[in-house]
């Protein structure tokens, strides 16, 4: 057997690593749940609902994207997202999640026969539990039915249902081992694993070692949070039907597509109160890939462009 080249070795350990954040966060979340400490409200009665929002929005300055050796075009970027998910503890041992999530990634080209899509969007119903299976080990799985694309002329085949599947071991409040699972059959590798460790190493540094968004935190006070760090995309959606032909490239029309971002850079959190943080960060985009893999045609961007970034969450 030949061993993995370098590029697919690449491709193996980034998508492996958009794994490991989403089973970071669920540890983290579920960390300081009733059924990981054992505790209810007074009187023995279950946790009531409980909801979580997240939100962000990024601008990505202008960056050229290749098709092989050659420049097919020049482009600007706009991401933005929205969750909403409640949680209802329904015994000790098991939490049911529901929401909606919401995620879009624009692109303005510089010349409408670039073969990239004007946007990217995501809008997905979130169904999922929480499950204890021992004191120290509790495990999340989730589905995301909803519509994959460009949203130009929605159909059956925009519809997708990725599912991801997290266990998080609880060596101690300070010491989290994550592993992951993602399983999106329209992706090129369908099936994903991956591990990963989340450490507090003292009172004012963390270090979250999970993708997608791997950090080196600094608490400044209970208010303020330095960070250094790295953050993740990776998704598949289907652009519509005319997209290949208004380009002249009829081949990709309809067809699928994953879309890879890389971004590095650092920033702060700010406790507004303590159920809602503010998050804003800045800095470069190195790498980008645009794969329609079912008709071998892949384009990537590396022009390393600026971002900003300001994002917010709450939980009530």
């Known amino acids: 057997m030949r061993p993995p080249s370098q590029r697919n070795l690449v491709k193996a350990?980034?998508?492996?690593?958009?794994?490991?954040?989403?089973?970071?966060t669920s540890a983290q979340?579920?960390?300081t749940s009733p059924t990981l400490t054992g505790q209810t409200t007074l009187g023995g009665t279950l946790s009531p609902f409980s909801y979580q929002f997240s939100s962000d929005a990024a601008f990505i300055g202008r960056g050229s994207v290749?098709?092989?050796?050659?420049?097919v075009g020049v482009f600007k970027e706009i991401t933005s997202s929205a969750s909403l998910v409640m949680s209802d503890q329904l015994s000790n041992a098991f939490i049911l999640r529901l929401g909606v999530d919401w995620e879009r990634f624009a692109f303005d080209t510089s010349n409408r026969l670039t073969p990239l899509p004007a946007s990217l969007d995501a809008l997905a119903a979130v169904i999922g539990s929480d499950i204890q299976l021992t004191s120290a080990l509790l495990v999340r799985v989730e589905a995301s039915p909803g519509i994959y694309g460009?949203?130009?002329?929605?159909?059956?085949?925009d519809f997708d249902v990725p599912v991801r599947i997290g266990a998080s071991y609880f060596q101690s409040a300070d010491l989290i081992y994550t592993a992951g699972l993602s399983i999106d059959m329209n992706a090129n590798w369908p099936v994903i694993p991956a591990v990963g460790v989340y450490?507090?190493?003292s009172d004012q540094w963390v270090i979250n070692g999970v993708a997608p968004r791997p950090q080196i935190r600094y608490i400044l006070s209970n208010k303020a949070t330095l960070f250094v760090g790295a953050d993740l995309e990776t998704d598949a959606f289907r652009v519509d039907d005319q997209f290949g032909s208004s380009?002249?490239?009829?081949k990709l029309n309809h067809a699928l597509l994953d879309f890879w971002e890389?971004?590095?850079?650092?920033?702060?959190i700010w406790n507004l109160t303590e159920t809602v943080k503010l998050e804003l960060e800045g800095g470069t985009v190195p790498y980008r890939r645009f794969d329609f893999y079912r008709a071998d045609f892949k384009m990537s961007s590396s022009s390393w462009s600026p971002y900003i970034r300001l994002g917010v969450a709450a939980s009530f």
């Open 13 to 24: 350990l980034f998508v492996a690593a958009a794994t490991l954040g989403w089973s970071a």
């Open 29 to 31: 979340t579920l960390a």
């Open 66 to 71: 290749n098709l092989g050796s050659k420049t």
């Open 150 to 157: 460009s949203f130009n002329h929605v159909s059956g085949r």
């Open 199 to 201: 450490w507090k190493v």
């Open 247 to 250: 380009r002249g490239i009829p």
């Open 262 to 268: 890389v971004r590095g850079g650092a920033g702060f």
